[in-house]
């Protein structure tokens, strides 16, 4: 399994909450569906969407609950 930098978006108080990937290269950065967050903000993110950014393009993987559902 190949694996992306991905982005977080929720919508929280009205706005677009997004959560940022590692922009440093040799920081891995936690996988979302099974590794503890690092975010001490961040306690349930099964309603955010995820989007990879890959290739060009941005492609959305729907939300983390569903990617969960998905193992």
């Known amino acids: 399994m190949r694996k992306g930098k991905s982005l977080l978006k929720i919508e929280w108080q009205k706005k677009a909450l ?12 936690s996988d979302v569906l099974k590794d503890d967050l690092l975010s001490p903000f961040l306690k349930d993110i099964s309603k955010f969407e995820v989007f990879v950014s890959g290739y060009g393009e941005i492609l959305d993987f729907g939300t983390v609950n569903k990617l969960r559902s998905l193992e």
């Open 18 to 29: 997004i959560v940022m990937p590692s922009f440093n290269t040799v920081i891995e950065g």
